[in-house]
């Protein structure tokens, strides 16, 4: 889905060896992936548009941090900074301008539903919950998985379909009320009846497993590094909070639960504290 690398050898300081973005420009709803090799025992953090970035070490000696762009972020130019702290306390810097352009999402889409399900009273509380399970100032170190990244509906791949993707910009209609919300989708939507097995897409931890009143029966998977897998709607949940699954193994069933038009798997992937275009992660892997 990127263009090209933007990697920088000279002109960093001397705390920093290289240092590499991949995937410029960036597009709303993208990852950024950004690798930077440090000499010895220097911590790194800094930041992407406005987020922090987490670093971790990768098998190749390098440090990766991944940090998503959000769906509706204007374009336009925006700071990447890198702070490296050496052993002795000091910190050296530096900083970048990238490009973040359009995601050419749809836009359009309106969804007649429950108008107690658009209620703010129902949908805040239930926006900060999942929040406060998604978004961290101190992700889980271990990376979890490895490779790219499966589709959780390949178990019926040949008969599913896109019902909506993501980035599209949505009005979600109270029936039989004037009550209009406009709010954009947050994942992709695969197409299928009640009871089909969801997948694993990666292997991670089940950091929540229940019921939802606007996301029906929910899952959500630790990937580690910050990334977070959420399955709404499902008709049945088949994991366990604390369970550790693998790519491929069934965590639940499609169903209807929930905010819905009719039974179908929801699947969104959240890179510390955004959500992001799951496809993109379907296309290439990360690191």
Excluded: C, M
């Excluded at 992407?48 to 971790?56: A, E, I, N, Q, R």
């Excluded at 049945?236 to 693998?246: E, L, S, Y």
């Amino acid at each position: 889905p990127g263009e090209s690398n933007g990697a920088v050898t000279s002109g960093l300081p001397s705390a920093f060896i290289s240092a590499e973005i991949r995937d410029l420009p960036i597009k709303q709803g993208g990852t950024g992936l950004i690798k930077v090799v440090t000499q010895p025992d220097v911590k790194l953090g800094g930041i992407l548009v406005d987020k922090p970035l987490y670093f971790f070490p990768n098998e190749d000696g390098s440090q990766v941090s991944l940090q998503g762009v959000h769906a509706l972020l204007e374009p336009g130019v925006y700071p990447l900074r890198l702070d490296a702290t050496l052993p002795d306390g000091s910190v050296q810097s530096y900083e970048q301008l990238i490009l973040i352009i359009s995601g050419n999402y749809l836009t359009g889409e309106s969804l007649p539903v429950d108008p107690s399900l658009i209620d703010p009273a129902v949908t805040d509380p239930e926006q900060k919950q999942l929040e406060s399970i998604t978004i961290t100032t101190t992700p889980t170190p271990t990376r979890f998985w490895q490779g790219q990244f499966l589709s959780p509906a390949i178990a019926y791949a040949e008969s599913t379909y896109f019902t909506s993707r993501y980035g599209t910009r949505r009005v979600y209609l109270g029936q039989g009320t004037d009550l209009k919300v406009n709010w954009w989708h947050t994942g992709v939507d695969f197409g299928g009846g009640d009871g089909l097995a969801i997948t694993a897409p990666a292997a991670g931890q089940v950091i929540f497993a229940g019921p939802l009143t606007v996301r029906g029966n929910a899952t959500i998977l630790d990937h580690g590094w910050g990334v977070y897998s959420g399955f709404w709607h499902q008709s049945a949940i088949q994991v366990q909070v604390g369970q550790t699954v693998q790519q491929g193994d069934v965590i639940g069933l499609v169903g209807g639960t929930g905010r819905v038009t009719g039974a179908h798997l929801h699947w969104e992937l959240w890179v510390n504290g955004v959500q992001v275009d799951p496809l993109d992660w379907l296309n290439q892997p990360y690191p």
